[in-house]
């Protein structure tokens, strides 16, 4: 072999090698981010070093049965939880819930029913219609309770001396309309004929028309942002989204690829939720899965303006792109500056003021059901 055929050999090799890394390094860097490995950790801080398993019977160690209480049992995952709160700097001040429970005549109709006799719980509860709905609306029953005189709805064990059916005017479905009014004249006069009771029921064009100005006023005043957390390169992981949100206080919802950040108080609507794709999320390997881009919402209507979702809903959009590399943008995938948060700030506070004034106010009870 000449010199030169050696020497071409040889760079072709170079050349051969210097694509393979080139690809190789291609495919890393366009592959989707993981989660980082979580190493365990003792109750003083330090890393525990792992062990392989093996049978060593020097090793073992009996344990008398009356010391087994007093074993250190590792550390209590509630020292470790994230609190979002402390995640975010945004303290929380405490607010009370809703004033007035169940059926409210500001967003129901509602029509008494006068038993003749006293009703037990149980045949309240046997009467019942098998669904609780008109139409697209919640319809309900509440018994004024004998013993403590508050109108609830039927338990076993207790006894009722009057009665009050209702239906919602209005929900994100539309206003109440005939077909509905007449659907729950119909289940109310049912269950008024099963115990024994005489009905007086509202003027339907009436309460049509109160339907339709609630509808209405619920059109202008219902706001639900949502915006957009794009990848400026690598895309992401299932895991990796989730391992982020969680550093936040985010945990998993009840569909998949949906994380949710809870309200402050058990029971609540959460303050803001975070979805990805669903089929990433249900894919056989995650790690291969892609994400570029994920979405942050917040339904105003549903969180008191106390918990300040939107100052959240802020702060961690802008965590989660430094932490994840990402650029915050509107629902078409355009980029937000962060001059455009403050106007939108403005004009929450604005709806939150006109949802006061008509006694809806945001994370109440009767929007959170107007608003559903």
């Not at 072709?12 to 989707?32: C, D, F, K, M």
């Not at 919640?138 to 309770?145: M, V």
């Not at 455009?340 to 059901?369: F, N, T």
């Amino acid at each position: 072999m000449s010199t030169l055929q050696l020497s071409l050999a040889i760079i072709g090799g170079l050349v051969l090698a210097l694509i393979v890394a080139y690809n190789t390094w291609t495919s890393r860097r366009n592959a989707p981010k993981r989660a980082l490995p979580q190493e365990p950790v003792d109750p003083a801080g330090e890393p525990v070093q792992r062990q392989e398993p093996g049978f060593d019977a020097g090793a073992a160690v009996a344990v008398p049965p009356g010391e087994f209480h007093g074993l250190d049992r590792g550390p209590d995952p509630s020292e470790h939880a994230v609190d979002a709160d402390e995640a975010l700097q945004l303290p929380v001040p405490p607010f009370s819930l809703e004033r007035r429970p169940g059926l409210d005549p500001l967003i129901d109709v509602i029509a008494s029913l006068q038993p003749e006799h006293v009703v037990s719980g149980d045949a309240a509860l046997a009467a019942l219609p098998p669904t609780r709905r008109a139409g697209s609306k919640p319809f309900a029953i509440e018994g004024l309770n004998e013993a403590n005189q508050q109108w609830e709805t039927p338990a076993p064990g207790q006894r009722y001396h009057s009665f009050q059916a209702g239906v919602q005017l209005a929900n994100r479905m539309g206003a109440l309309n005939e077909i509905e009014f007449s659907e729950f004249v119909v289940k109310a006069q049912a269950f008024a004929d099963a115990i024994n009771a005489a009905p007086d029921f509202p003027d339907m064009l009436q309460e049509v028309a109160r339907a339709r100005e609630l509808d209405q006023f619920a059109s202008d005043h219902d706001a639900q942002l949502m915006f957009m957390l794009r990848a400026r390169q690598a895309a992401w992981s299932p895991g990796y989204v989730q391992q982020n949100a969680a550093r936040l206080g985010f945990v998993p919802g009840a569909m998949p690829g949906r994380l949710v950040l809870p309200a402050s108080a058990q029971g609540l609507p959460p303050l803001l939720t975070l979805g990805y794709d669903t089929q990433a999320a249900l894919a056989e390997d995650p790690d291969q899965s892609a994400i570029r881009d994920i979405t942050l919402s917040l339904d105003v209507a549903q969180v008191h303006r106390t918990e300040q979702p939107f100052a959240r809903l802020r702060d961690v959009g802008a965590a989660l792109c430094d932490a994840m590399d990402g650029v915050l943008c509107d629902q078409n995938g355009q980029p937000l500056p962060a001059m455009a948060m403050d106007p939108i700030a403005a004009d929450l506070e604005l709806l939150y003021d006109q949802l006061d004034g008509r006694d809806l106010s945001a994370g109440s009870v009767l929007a959170r059901r107007l608003f559903s």
